[in-house]
């Protein structure tokens, strides 16, 4: 067995004067929040969609290691430093249908850049949830977060993904032979749900 040592976050160097720390955040249908050790059931029926594996990469993990992934979730609840990682459970109804993350990767305030990730069970798609809980992630790398540009890297594989970056406003940057690169600047982002306003307001 490998392990990983991390090192104390007074080592790793330059940290938020105002972290983020995994918040709950509601939209019209859903609940995004931290994970807890009750999901283990909703996990496991993630972990076993073939599709969300293949959108993401994932190998076949046993039940042990699949409730190992779901308790380092757990403790991903902090944005501080480069490199923290926050996931939020996506919940419906009272059950987990998939999560969104954020991963940091620069800090200065210019430059702040984050990741955005997100999955879902297969027999929820079709309903506009992974829009709606990604728009909210979106808000608060934006927002709370302070970022000034949010990147995607999505399997070239995975066009359902592909096609939510675009719906979500993202413009493709850039492609290697696995993988697809989406960015959304802060601006663009500013543009975008200022139309969206203006449309609905103009609706008859």
């Known amino acids: 067995m490998t392990l990983t040592l991390h090192r104390p ?60 992934h779901l308790r380092a979730r757990r403790h991903h609840t902090v944005l501080s430093q480069v490199g923290d990682f926050l996931a939020l459970a996506v919940e419906l109804d009272g059950h987990v249908i998939g999560d969104v993350s954020l991963h940091l990767r620069t800090l200065a305030e210019e430059t702040r850049s984050v990741e955005i990730g997100w999955l879902q069970r297969s027999d929820r798609c079709g309903h506009g949830y992974a829009t709606e809980a990604a728009d909210a992630a979106l808000d608060l790398a934006f927002g709370r977060l302070g970022a000034v540009l949010v990147t995607a890297v999505i399997d070239r594989a995975n066009a359902p993904s592909a096609r939510l970056a675009r719906r979500l406003g993202f413009r493709l940057a850039g492609t290697t032979a696995a993988r697809a690169t989406w960015v959304l600047a802060r601006e663009e982002r500013a543009a975008s749900t200022n139309a969206d306003i203006a449309g609905r307001a103009s609706a008859p």
Do not use: M, N
Request: proline share 8%.
């Open 9 to 68: 976050r007074l080592l790793r160097g330059p940290a938020l004067e105002d972290p983020v720390v995994a918040p709950v955040l509601g939209t019209d249908r859903l609940l995004l929040r931290p994970y807890g050790v009750s999901d283990a059931v909703d996990w496991l029926a993630i972990e076993a969609d073939d599709h969300v594996r293949a959108g993401l990469g994932w190998p076949q993990r046993t039940e042990r290691q699949a409730l190992d």
